[in-house]
C-alpha cells in the first residue's frame, strides 16, 4: 500500500485528490494539511510514501515545506509531487531546486496522478513528458550552470542513452520500452548516471544535462 499525504489549501480540491487515488486500491490517503507548515508537522510525524504538495498556500507555501522535507540536506527526504495551476510557475522551479520529484498540473488527467503516486514511491518521478520536460527545459535555460563540468563526467553509451532520456521528460518504465531493456536495468544506470554527475536524484540529472549541452559529446572509447 502507498501512503499518500496531501496539502493543498482548497477543501475542494483536496477531495478530488482524494477520490481519484482512492479509487486506486494501492494507494491510501493517510493525512490532509491545508498549508506547507501543517504538511512538514503531519509528513514528519506519519512518513507517508509520497506528499502531493501544493505551492501557493497560505499560512506555509509549498515551496518551503518541500525543501524541508525533500531539500538537499534532508537525511530522510520524503518524495514530493507538486501540484499547480501553472505549468512554468517560479515556485515550481523552486520546488525542484529544493528537492521534489515532479510535478502535476491540478486539471491533468487522473491516470497521470496515480502515474505520478506511484512513480515517486519507486524513485521515478518524471511522469509526464509533456509536461516534466518541458519544465525541466525551461528551469536549465533559466538557471544555466555557471561553469561546465571539466572533464566531462566519462558515461558510457548507454548510460548516454538513459541521460537523454531523462532529459526528454522519460520515466523508467518509457525509458526501458525504448531502449528495449529491463526497468531494473534503467534504475540501475540512473543510480550511476546520479553518482557519476553528484548530482542528488534523477531530477537534477536531466537538468543538468540540459545545462551542459556538451555532455553528449563523448569520447568515441566510452562502451556500454
Same mark, same amino acid.
Given at each position: 500500500m502507498i501512503r %499518500?499525504? @496531501?496539502? #493543498? &489549501?482548497?477543501p475542494s480540491i483536496r477531495r478530488s485528490l482524494r477520490t481519484f487515488l482512492e479509487l486506486d486500491g494501492d494507494i491510501e490517503v493517510v493525512a490532509e494539511a491545508s498549508n506547507g507548515r501543517?504538511?512538514?508537522?503531519?509528513?514528519?510525524? =506519519?512518513?507517508?510514501?509520497v506528499v502531493l504538495m501544493d505551492v501557493r498556500m497560505p499560512g506555509g507555501d509549498g515551496l518551503t515545506a518541500t525543501a524541508q522535507l525533500a531539500g538537499p540536506d534532508t537525511e530522510q527526504p520524503i518524495p514530493i509531487v507538486v501540484i499547480t495551476t501553472f505549468d512554468? &510557475?517560479?515556485?515550481?522551479?523552486?520546488?525542484? !531546486? +529544493?528537492?521534489?520529484?515532479?510535478?502535476?498540473?491540478? &486539471?491533468? #488527467?487522473?491516470?497521470?496522478?496515480?502515474?505520478? %503516486?506511484r512513480a515517486a514511491a519507486a524513485g521515478d518521478g518524471l511522469v509526464s513528458p509533456a509536461v516534466t520536460g518541458r519544465v525541466i527545459r525551461e528551469f536549465a535555460r533559466r538557471r544555466p550552470a555557471a561553469t561546465p563540468p571539466t572533464p566531462i563526467p566519462d558515461l558510457t553509451a548507454r548510460e548516454g542513452d538513459v541521460l537523454?532520456?531523462?532529459?526528454?521528460? =522519460?520515466? +523508467?518504465?518509457? @525509458?526501458?520500452?525504448?531502449?528495449? %531493456? !529491463?526497468?531494473?536495468?534503467?534504475?540501475?544506470?540512473?543510480?550511476?548516471?546520479?553518482?557519476?554527475?553528484? %548530482?542528488?536524484?534523477?531530477?537534477?540529472?536531466? @537538468?543538468?544535462?540540459?545545462? +551542459?549541452?556538451?555532455? +553528449?559529446?563523448? #569520447?568515441?572509447?566510452?562502451t556500454r
Open positions: %499518500v499525504l @496531501i496539502a #493543498d &489549501d482548497q501543517e504538511a512538514v508537522e503531519r509528513a514528519l510525524a =506519519l512518513r507517508p510514501d512554468l &510557475d517560479e515556485y515550481v522551479f523552486g520546488a525542484l !531546486e +529544493n528537492g521534489a520529484a515532479g510535478f502535476l498540473l491540478k &486539471d491533468t #488527467d487522473p491516470a497521470y496522478l496515480t502515474l505520478a %503516486v537523454a532520456a531523462l532529459a526528454g521528460g =522519460l520515466s +523508467n518504465a518509457e @525509458i526501458a520500452e525504448a531502449l528495449f %531493456v !529491463e526497468v531494473g536495468t534503467v534504475k540501475t544506470h540512473v543510480s550511476r548516471i546520479i553518482a557519476k554527475l553528484g %548530482v542528488r536524484d534523477r531530477v537534477q540529472a536531466a @537538468i543538468w544535462a540540459h545545462q +551542459n549541452p556538451r555532455w +553528449n559529446h563523448r #569520447d568515441e572509447t566510452s
